[in-house]
């Protein structure tokens, strides 16, 4: 089925990623996703898709180095892990690539890490990414991105529930937790506010520097390790 932008068998291609003269190793498929190829699609386990920003895909960062690698370590003799996170993407672009993943990767774990919620997609002659200082979202507000992310919330849960899939929230930069606290999200930890973490039994621990991705920008392994996890610690047993 295809209507406009919008399938179920065919994944939202990749726009040109310029990060490879950031010092960083990207392993990438022909399609452009971090993550292996999907034809033909081995059997045996269940798929897990994640989806996200740049902060999911680990721009500036090794492939060994982003939480999708560490959080793929977990539980591998039953699952199978994907991400189909993209840079740049909105919480719209995450909808359409977990709808165009149902015939190609039939997930049964989903998991989502938010971007900021300003964000948008604007679908015309082509798809473009909009950030929340974008020109052409100059009459949004903070109430209409509210409710631009939850009604992506309600089309992720909708797809899960048909699909007899699990969903698992989280966050990359700022957490919407308070607006979906009835459904199995992450709260109040994200990729930027859990590293550097304090022990107070080791005050030589209080020196730890904000870790930052060789491209300058995004946050560095320490980070995503980190988050990682957390999450695991908050869902690991849910991911089974």
């Known amino acids: 089925m295809k209507f406009g932008y919008y399938s179920d068998k065919v994944l939202p291609p990749v726009p040109s990623f310029k990060g490879n003269n950031d010092g960083a190793k990207y392993t990438l498929n ?6 292996p190829e999907w034809t033909p699609m081995p059997d045996g386990k269940k798929n897990v898709v994640v989806l996200g920003c740049s902060h999911t895909f680990g721009q500036g960062l090794n492939d060994d180095e982003h939480w999708v690698h560490f959080l793929s370590q977990h539980n591998t003799d039953r699952l199978r892990y994907w991400n189909l996170g993209q840079p740049g993407a909105s919480g719209d672009k995450i909808v359409r690539i977990l709808y165009g993943s149902e015939k190609i990767i039939d997930p049964k774990i989903i998991i989502v890490c938010w971007p900021h919620w300003s964000r948008r997609e604007r679908l ?3 798809a473009t990414n909009l950030a929340g200082t974008d020109d052409l979202l100059r009459n949004e507000n903070n109430d209409t991105d509210k409710q631009n992310f939850l009604k992506n919330v309600f089309f992720v849960e909708k797809f899960a529930e048909f699909k007899n899939s699990r969903v698992l929230h989280c966050f990359a930069q700022e957490s919407y937790h308070t607006s979906v606290s009835d459904i199995s999200v992450m709260r109040d930890v994200t990729i930027a ?25 995004h946050y560095g392994r320490e980070h995503h390790e980190r988050f990682a996890q957390l999450f695991l610690k908050r869902f690991g047993m849910k991911l089974k």
Do not use: Q
């Open 30 to 35: 022909s399609h452009g996703y971090r993550c």
């Open 124 to 126: 015309s002659d082509n």
């Open 193 to 217: 506010n859990c590293w550097p973490y304090w022990n107070n039994f080791d005050p030589m621990e209080k020196t730890k520097k904000i870790s930052v991705a060789k491209d300058g920008k």
